[in-house]
């Protein structure tokens, strides 16, 4: 057991709510973009790769590529969505097997996602910045490999092979689909921030920066966040700093 909280626990049902985070300024003075959208529909996402990858070799490494229909970075890219479906978002987790094999993620594909200072992102095979089969199993995804995707983004993964026997990995994603409608209203809003209102917030790629593209039709539903913002809807909600 990982330890860590399994993708199905933070999954989301009907009429929930949630909170996409993407960084404008991550510098001195941070700002941060936010959408908030309530769940209106969704049906499980379950996809797994067994025999379709190719074997590593012992502390060997693959380059980042797309989950393809046929393998990495063969076939469609099964993380795609298209342009007809602007209020879809894919949300799930990636179970690893076995343990011995280590993950790194690349969103945008552009950009190596890394939770260290944006100076050091990590190149595949460095010893930060990758999530160990061990932290999220194949049978049980846990919230180490959490990833949202909907249209204009989608994510890149890389491997490497930490074991002295040559292993073909297999790869679980697990999670759901949704259907999402935009909320725009201000006031529910400041409410979701102030913690008065359910919301599950979750950050967009990781802590590198970079040029984030969201789908024409949310345009008009972004909620630009500073500290001066926050602070003024906590003394809005709370009558002060804070609860």
Known sequence: MSGLTPITEVLLKENQNIALIY???IARTPTFRLYFFRIMRRYPLHRTYDSELEEIAPGDTVEFNFLGTTGLGSGDNILEVYETRPFRILHFGIGIMPGEIWIYRAQPPEVTQTGFGYRTPPSIGDKFDYIPGYLSPYDNP??????IIHYKLTAHFGFRNSSARTIRPSLRLLGAGYDVLPIKERTVIDKFLAGIKPCRFITVGGLAPFEFAVP????????DIDTATLESILKEQWGGGGR
């Open 216 to 223: 024409d039709e949310w345009r008009g539903y972004e909620v």
């Open 142 to 147: 846990t919230i180490a490999t959490e990833t």
């Open 23 to 25: 960084p404008i300024s």
